[in-house]
């Protein structure tokens, strides 16, 4: 049972452009949501949070919006640039019931911003 | 670069053998987590240590075991290999028994099991 779900593997965009990805849960506990970026080999790296007492989170050129009574949230990244080429995980954690060891990742989804 | 090694980066090994994975975290981190990756897969949890002692378990097979040495570094040993664990394994730390989340993930340890 995948409890985190993105759904487009794929994501192809213009540079300059906005880039939405997309990830759904179905685990009602989930209450803290993150997304790791990874470029071939690298290890994922952390790039933004968002808690469920809030509906956005902002940082630089990357938003993430929860909506939780639809339990999905998106990253966009505004503009894209090249350098933003990578694999984008979805993630989540029960944060008030545990330690990252609860932390559920998705599929990832490859972004490629065309110049 | 995280500050989180992992050796090796590569490894081919046949059916039936036995291969550890070695991490070494953060400089100050106390908590090791290890994930298995394997194709079009999402990041597992295997299992995570907390200065030394084994704190949670996810998925990980009987066949695999891990353990955090004093200096707090952790090595994941993988036994009877089959063709299914080719994937790639990463360890990732955090300084206390993780913030909801953020964690610091290694360069991972690609498996190929032939």
């Known amino acids: 049972d995948q409890q985190v779900k993105q759904n487009s593997p794929s994501l192809s965009v213009q540079e300059g452009r906005i880039s939405i990805l997309n990830c759904d849960y179905t685990?009602?506990?989930?209450?803290?949501f993150l997304w790791y970026k990874k470029y071939p080999a690298e290890g994922p790296t952390f790039l933004i949070s968002i808690s469920s007492i809030k509906d956005k989170n902002e940082d630089g050129r990357f938003t993430v919006f929860l909506n939780k009574s639809a339990k999905h949230l998106s990253l966009h990244i505004v503009p894209s640039q090249p350098g933003d080429s990578a694999v984008y995980f979805c993630a989540a954690s029960p944060f008030f019931q545990g330690g990252s060891e609860k932390l559920v990742f998705g599929k990832g989804t490859k972004l490629t911003v065309n110049p | 670069d995280s500050g989180v090694t992992q050796t090796p980066k590569h490894l081919i090994t046949a059916t039936g053998q036995r291969v550890t994975l070695r991490c070494s975290p953060r400089s100050g981190d106390l908590s090791v987590y290890w994930y298995q990756q394997s194709l079009d897969q999402g990041l597992q949890f295997l299992i995570q240590?907390?200065?030394?002692?084994?704190?949670a378990k996810g998925n990980i097979l009987e066949r695999f075991s891990a353990q955090q040495f004093p200096d707090l570094h952790s090595e994941l040993n993988l036994s009877s290999l089959e063709l299914g664990d080719s994937a790639l394994y990463f360890c990732?730390?955090?300084?206390?028994?993780?913030?909801?989340?953020?964690?610091?993930f290694g360069e991972g340890s690609r498996l190929t099991v032939l």
């Open positions: 685990n009602s506990m989930f209450d803290y």
């Open positions: 990732a730390s955090s300084v206390g028994q993780g913030a909801g989340g953020e964690l610091f």
């Open positions: 240590y907390y200065n030394g002692e084994e704190r």
